[in-house]
T-cell receptor
Framework: GQNIDQPTEMTATEGAIVQINCTYQTSGFNGLFWYQQHAGEAPTFLSY????GLEEKGRFSSFLSRSKGYSYLLLKELQMKDSASYLC???????????????FGKGTKLSVIP | GAGVSQSPSNKVTEKGKDVELRCDPISGHTALYWYRQSLGQGLEFLIY????????KSGLPSDRFSAERTGGSVSTLTIQRTQQEDSAVYLCASSLSGQDNYGYTFGSGTRLTVV
């Protein structure tokens, strides 16, 4: 089965750094994705990790430890526009007639306050 | 098109009626997914298309739900005899092949409310 856990809500201050954790227990692993979703809008791709380590992309970084089933998304120099939900998703390996579907966590709602 | 387009953006229907939700993926994307997002829940996988065939329908919650894709492009998700528990945002996503390292591109969704 697939189980992905992330905190429901977080609050952080403008200009600060916030780390959003994601733990997963899945039957098979072929990459971990982070998406950002503003209220009422489509999720948009932020990052992809398939090997252990840190991937940095501007103000956003994502870390993966496959042995621990753990990832985090790090947001630096927070801006008010970063207030959104952040979704962690794990991709299963392709399996015959199956698909490359992503299994999503419930998302972490981040509120950035002045 | 430039992005994934879904219509309608909002749909209110009476319990027991049938509804059709449309998804127009990015041109050239062979993989198409339907997901459902209920309040307080994560995105729930419904069905996957590769071209016009649906090799993975494992997420469809009941036989009231069906989907098709024609011409390797537009997809329609049909819900028959809608129930209140079907109220959710239905999201469509597409990707070039399914194994892309940027995941999917999502549409803005159809918010379905069953009253």
């Amino acid at each position: 089965g697939q189980n992905i856990d992330q905190p429901t809500e977080m609050t952080a201050t403008e200009g600060a750094i916030v780390q959003i954790n994601c733990t997963y227990q899945t039957s098979g692993f072929n990459g971990l994705f982070w998406y950002q979703q503003h209220a009422g809008e489509a999720p948009t791709f932020l990052s992809y990790n398939v090997l252990d380590g840190l991937e940095e992309k501007g103000r956003f970084s994502s870390f993966l430890s496959r042995s621990k089933g753990y990832s985090y998304l790090l947001l630096k120099e927070l801006q008010m526009k970063d207030s959104a939900s952040y979704l962690c998703a794990v991709r299963k390996p392709y399996s015959g007639a199956g698909s490359y579907q992503l299994t999503f966590g419930k998302g972490t709602k981040l509120s950035v306050i002045p | 098109g430039a992005g994934v387009s879904q219509s309608p953006s909002n749909k209110v229907t009476e319990k027991g009626k049938d509804v059709e939700l449309r998804c127009d993926p990015i041109s050239g994307h062979t993989a198409l997914y339907w997901y459902r997002q209920s309040l307080g829940q994560g995105l729930e996988f419904l069905i996957y298309f590769q071209g016009n065939s649906a090799p993975d329908k494992s997420g469809l919650p009941s036989d009231r739900f069906s989907a098709e894709r024609t011409g390797g492009s537009v997809s329609t998700l049909t819900i028959q005899r809608t129930q209140q528990e079907d109220s959710a945002v239905y999201l469509c996503a597409s990707s070039l092949s399914g194994q892309d390292n940027y995941g999917y591109t999502f549409g803005s969704g159809t918010r379905l409310t069953v009253v």
